[in-house]
C-alpha cells in the first residue's frame, strides 16, 4: 500500500461515502433491475476508490463486479445467463485475482465474496440474490476493516442491516418467490 496526503485520503474517503450512498440506494430497491444497475454504479466508484487506497486486489474484484452487473441486468443475455460457462468464468477470474494480489486473510474473504457472487448473480433472484448478498457483504466487511476503509466498513454494515430488514417480513416485502400455477 502506498501512502496518501491527507488531503488526497479525505478525497479518496469522499469517492468512497459516494459509492457508498449509491450502494445503499441500490440494495434498498425490491426490482432486481434497480438493484443490479445501482450495484453497476457503485461497483465503478467503489474500484476507484480501493484502487486509490492501495489495493490492487479490490479495485480489480470491483471491476469484475461491473461486468458480471453489466451481463446480468441486461435483459438481452437472459439466454446465455442460464448457461454454466458464465458464472464459472467469473469464479475463474475472481480466484485467479487472489492467487495475484491476495496476502491476507481479509483479502480472501472479498475473494470467497466475488466466487459466491459468480454463482449468484446469474442464478438467484429476489429473496436469495439478497441472502447471497448479505452473505457477500458480510464477508467483504473483512477487506473494508483490513484495509481501513471508512466508508467501506459503513457501507458494509448499513448493507448487512439493510438487506436484513428487507429479509424479514419476507411474504409481505415483495422479495418471496411465487408458487408457479
Same mark, same amino acid.
Given at each position: 500500500?502506498?501512502?496518501?496526503? @491527507? &488531503?488526497?485520503?479525505?478525497?479518496?474517503q469522499? !469517492?468512497?461515502?459516494?459509492?457508498?450512498? =449509491?450502494?445503499?440506494?441500490?440494495?434498498? &430497491?425490491?426490482?432486481?433491475? @434497480?438493484?443490479?444497475?445501482?450495484?453497476?454504479?457503485?461497483?465503478? !466508484?467503489?474500484?476507484?476508490?480501493?484502487?486509490?487506497?492501495?489495493?490492487?486486489?479490490?479495485?480489480?474484484?470491483? !471491476?469484475?463486479?461491473? =461486468?458480471?452487473?453489466?451481463?446480468c441486468?441486461?435483459?438481452?443475455?437472459?439466454?446465455?445467463?442460464?448457461?454454466?460457462?458464465?458464472?464459472?468464468?467469473?469464479?475463474?477470474?475472481?480466484?485467479?485475482?487472489?492467487?495475484l494480489?491476495?496476502?491476507?486473510?481479509?483479502?480472501?474473504?472479498?475473494?470467497?465474496?466475488?466466487?459466491?457472487?459468480?454463482?449468484?448473480?446469474?442464478?438467484?433472484?429476489?429473496? &436469495?440474490?439478497?441472502?447471497?448478498?448479505?452473505?457477500?457483504?458480510?464477508?467483504?466487511?473483512?477487506?473494508?476493516?483490513?484495509?481501513?476503509?471508512?466508508?467501506?466498513?459503513?457501507?458494509?454494515?448499513?448493507?448487512?442491516?439493510?438487506?436484513?430488514?428487507?429479509?424479514?417480513?419476507?411474504?409481505?416485502?415483495?422479495?418471496?418467490?411465487?408458487?408457479?400455477?
Amino acid at each position: 500500500m502506498f501512502e496518501l496526503s @491527507h &488531503q488526497s485520503l479525505l478525497w479518496v474517503q469522499a !469517492l468512497g461515502f459516494v459509492s457508498m450512498a =449509491v450502494g445503499w440506494w441500490a440494495n434498498a &430497491q425490491k426490482n432486481d433491475q @434497480h438493484l443490479l444497475s445501482g450495484n453497476l454504479v457503485a461497483s465503478g !466508484l467503489t474500484a476507484m476508490h480501493l484502487g486509490l487506497l492501495g489495493s490492487n486486489l479490490g479495485l480489480f474484484n470491483q !471491476l469484475l463486479n461491473m =461486468v458480471r452487473f453489466a451481463i446480468c441486468r441486461s435483459r438481452t443475455t437472459r439466454a446465455k445467463r442460464s448457461s454454466i460457462y458464465l458464472p464459472l468464468v467469473f469464479a475463474s477470474l475472481a480466484f485467479l485475482q487472489g492467487l495475484l494480489w491476495a496476502n491476507h486473510w481479509a483479502e480472501w474473504c472479498a475473494v470467497a465474496s466475488a466466487v459466491l457472487m459468480s454463482f449468484a448473480l446469474f442464478y438467484a433472484k429476489g429473496a &436469495q440474490l439478497r441472502i447471497a448478498m448479505l452473505i457477500s457483504n458480510l464477508l467483504n466487511l473483512a477487506l473494508s476493516i483490513y484495509l481501513m476503509s471508512w466508508s467501506g466498513i459503513a457501507y458494509q454494515v448499513v448493507t448487512i442491516l439493510i438487506l436484513s430488514y428487507a429479509l424479514l417480513p419476507l411474504k409481505s416485502s415483495g422479495y418471496a418467490e411465487k408458487p408457479a400455477a
